[in-house]
C-alpha cells in the first residue's frame, strides 16, 4: 500500500511498489506475487475482504498493535504480510513516532 512505499522507501534492503489499490495488492500477497502491504488506515471497504483473502492463502493481517483487524476498529494502522516472521519483521521496522502518530503505546 501507500503507506508501506512511503516506509521503504528509504531502505535499500526491499523494493517497493504501490497499484494504490488495496484490492489488488491483497490479491498479488495471496497469490505469492508481493511480500506484504502497510497501510495507515483501516477503512472496511478496503481491507475486509482483502485480509480474509490473504489470511486463507496462509497469510498474515493484524494491526500495528498486534490485533486483530476487526472492520469496525478503524484506529491504528494494518500489516498483511506473506508469513508470521515477515509480519513480526515488519512491525518491529516501524518507527515508534509513527506507531504512537497512529495511537499506538510504546
Known sequence: GYTGARFAAGRSDMRTET???????????????AAFSLYGKTKPWDHLAGTLLVRE????????????????????????????????????SIPDNILQKHGISI
Open 19 to 33: 497499484l494504490r489499490c488495496s484490492g489488488l495488492e491483497y490479491f498479488r500477497i495471496a497469490k505469492g506475487e
Open 57 to 92: 492463502a496462509g497469510g498474515v493481517a493484524r494491526k500495528w498493535d498486534g490485533s486483530p483487524y476487526r472492520p469496525g476498529d478503524q484506529t491504528g494502522g494494518l500489516i498483511t504480510a506473506a508469513t508470521e516472521a515477515l509480519w513480526q519483521s515488519l512491525r518491529q
